[in-house]
């Protein structure tokens, strides 16, 4: 099992530039969520869906798209790229709350800089 | 909304016991999780504790879990060099699509 797969690892993009941030996982897990981390902080929820053709905002989603077209792949649209948005991105994927003991799967990481 | 806050470093000897601790705001929360992370990784979960639990030991990791207080913790006996990580406090309801709420991570330095 591949687990939860993000590409691409490293990306660097200038100001106003756009990008998708790719994830798909094979566990068949419904839900799936994007994260952002930022040195030295916590995971702050950007976006979140509960299953395909559904998703819904998290802390932070200002500055951010998502969709879910099929359970595996949750791709994160940065439209307008600016500086703030320099972080971590982390997706992560669940069992429903009735295997919750599972915890969360996470990718690698996408480390995005904007310059 | 819910809040989970963690100290920021902690620096034990090869051999020690570590105790990481970690307190939560939500009462509604049914599991806490501890993840690990290694640099330039993802969190990988280490343990899980049921609200309804105090404890729960897996090998040298034991969880200890104070739900009146909203307390959780975790002891790593036997520090090793390879257990220097982040370690992320989370909580997790049973409703709210199953989003978990993290702490700001405690960095562990082991020395040798």
């Known amino acids: 099992n591949a687990g939860v797969t993000q590409t691409p690892k490293f990306r660097i993009l200038k100001i106003g530039q756009s990008m998708t941030l790719q994830c798909t996982q094979d566990?068949?897990?419904?839900?799936m969520y994007w994260y952002r981390q930022d040195p030295g902080m916590g995971l702050k929820l950007i976006y979140y869906?509960?299953?395909?053709?559904?998703?819904d905002k998290g802390e932070v989603p200002n500055g951010y798209n998502v969709s879910r077209s099929t359970t595996e792949d949750f791709p994160l649209r940065l439209e307008l790229a600016a500086p703030s948005q320099t972080s971590v991105y982390f997706c992560?994927?669940?069992?429903?709350?009735?295997?919750?003991?599972?915890?969360?799967?996470f990718g690698s990481g996408t480390r995005l800089t904007v310059v | 909304g819910e809040d989970v806050e963690q100290s920021l470093f902690l620096s034990v000897r090869e051999g020690d016991s570590s105790v990481i601790n970690c307190t939560y705001t939500?009462?509604?929360?049914?599991?806490l999780y501890w993840y690990k992370q290694e640099p330039g990784a993802g969190l990988q979960l280490l343990t899980y504790?049921?609200?309804?639990?105090d404890m729960k030991q897996d090998q040298r990791l034991t969880v200890l879990l104070n739900k009146k207080d909203k307390h959780l913790s975790l002891r790593i006996a036997d520090t090793q060099t390879g257990d220097s990580a982040i370690y992320f406090c989370?909580?997790?309801?049973?409703?709210?699509?199953?989003?978990?709420?993290f702490g700001d991570g405690t960095t562990l330095t082991v020395k040798p």
């Open positions: 992560a994927s669940s069992y429903s709350n009735s295997q919750a003991n599972y915890g969360y799967t």
């Open positions: 566990m068949n897990h419904n839900y």
């Open positions: 869906s509960v299953g395909a053709g559904i998703t």
């Open positions: 939500d009462s509604s929360s049914t599991y």
């Open positions: 504790i049921f609200s309804n639990m």
């Open positions: 989370a909580e997790r309801g049973d409703t709210n699509a199953g989003k978990s709420t």
